[in-house]
Structure formats: C-alpha cells, structure tokens
C-alpha cells in the first residue's frame, strides 16, 4: 500500500522534540490518516493537534486507540455525497474516507466534550 | 500584475492572521460545544452539529493552511470548486441550529461567520491567483 506520510514535507517539524522510539509511534499513526485538504498528513494532524490545544501524540494515539467495534456509523452503510462517514461511540467520533485496498482512513477525531 | 501581486500577499496575510484567531475561537467555543453536545440528541441518520461542525472546519482549514505555507494549493481548480460547495449554512444541521439558537450561543455564532469568512477569502484569493497564472496547478 503506497504511503503518503512517505513524502511528507513536514515530517521533520512534526517529529521535533519526540525520541526514536515516538517517532516510530507516530509514523505508524499516520499511515492510518488521509490527506483531505491539507497538503500532507503531517500538516493535517499538526493543525488538528494545534486547534484542539492537546499534544499531538496523544492526539493521534486516542485517534489510533477509538474502537469502532460497537459504534454507530452514520450513514450505515456507504458514505454520504461527500464520501465521508462518522463513526460514533460515547462522547467520542470519528470521521473517515474509503481509501484504496478496502481500508478507511482517518479525516477527524474529535470528543464532542473537548 | 504587481497590483494583483500586492493584493495576493495582502490577502495570504489575511488568511494567516484569520486562521490563528479561529484556532483562538475554536478553542473558546468549548464551553459551548459540550452544552450543544449535551442538549441534542444523536441521531442515526445524520451527522450532529459537532460532527459537521468538525469536518467543515478540517476541509476549510486545510486549504487555508496550505495557503499558509506555500502561497498555494494543489489541484487549484478542484479546491476552488470544493471551496464553493463547502458553504457553512448550507449544511442543513448547521443552518437549523443557526436558525433556531445562534442567540444562545454567541461564541458558535462568532466561530460559523469567520469560518465562512475564511473560506471566501481562501476561494477569492486562489481566483485571484488563477487569474494571473491561468496554467497553474
């Protein structure tokens, strides 16, 4: 599977400051989300991390950790006109896209209480 | 030419300066966010108000961002066109709720117009952009 953190120009200012073994951690994450809008996976999970005011790997790691087992996903089935759809469970969601090869990735995690 | 140049970098400033104050905003609609998260009930059929307010800010703040860092975005024609669809009141959640409690909720409110702000000073400035540089991705 092609992966686009691969490429990703803001890679090095996304990994400042995490050890090898974090950086490793993170990279696995980011595999998991898309692009969107952003010009690349770093930028996107920067800005979200940045917007939320929580630090970014544990950002990504209840992304990562939000169990889909069990929620609701709207719609039920397929995605909306905009190709998105939500999964849903407690205070918690997570909006995602189809990707290639039958997997969905990652637009937005977010905790409507946050 | 240089005019058009001027006004790009005039309002590539303005995209900045209005992305770090919605980072602001967001952050002070909190308190807002949970009492609307609280109040209304999910339903099954659609996104609730949180999750569209969510994925219109990620898609709005993408392009605003990557006009941050690199004066431009990819597939500018594409984003123009999304850009055009991703108007704030159009999503029928937001527009009731705006509707029926914008008096109750100031700082949603105050978030929802510069958001949508926002993606018209993104879409302006990429037409404007296109514009001097017709070719460009």
Redesign the interface.
């Known amino acids: 599977m092609p992966n686009e953190a691969a490429s990703d120009p803001y890679l090095d200012q996304l990994f400042e400051g995490y050890t090898a073994t974090e950086v490793a951690e993170i990279q696995q994450y980011l595999a998991e989300w898309e692009v969107g809008t952003y010009g690349s996976v770093a930028q996107s999970v920067m800005d979200h991390a940045e917007r939320k005011g929580v630090e970014l790997l544990k950002y990504l790691r209840k992304a990562h950790n939000f169990n889909k087992r069990g929620a609701i996903r709207v719609p039920r089935t397929g995605y909306r006109a905009d190709g998105s759809a939500v999964y849903r469970k407690g205070n918690e969601f997570l909006i995602v896209r189809p990707a290639p090869y039958g997997v969905e990735k990652i637009v937005t995690y977010g905790i409507n209480e946050e | 030419m240089v005019q058009v140049q001027d006004k790009l970098a005039v309002q590539r400033e303005y995209i900045v300066q209005l992305l770090g104050q919605?980072?602001v905003d967001?952050?002070n609609t909190?308190a807002e966010?949970?009492d609307i998260?609280e109040c209304y009930p999910?339903?099954?059929?659609?996104?609730?108000f949180?999750?569209e307010l969510?994925?219109l800010?990620?898609?709005?703040?993408?392009?605003a961002?990557?006009v941050r860092?690199?004066e431009t975005?990819?597939n500018c024609e594409l984003?123009i066109a999304?850009l055009q669809q991703l108007r704030v009141l159009d999503r029928p959640v937001i527009a009731q709720f705006y509707e029926e409690e914008r008096s109750r909720y100031p700082q949603i409110q105050s978030y929802l117009w510069r958001l949508d702000y926002l993606r018209l000073l993104v879409l302006e400035y990429l037409q404007m952009q296109q514009s001097v540089q017709p070719l460009s991705a």
């Open positions: 919605l980072t967001y952050q909190k966010r949970r998260a999910n339903s099954e059929e659609e996104f609730t949180s999750e969510e994925l800010t990620v898609s709005i703040r993408g392009y961002s990557q860092e690199t975005v990819k984003a999304h």
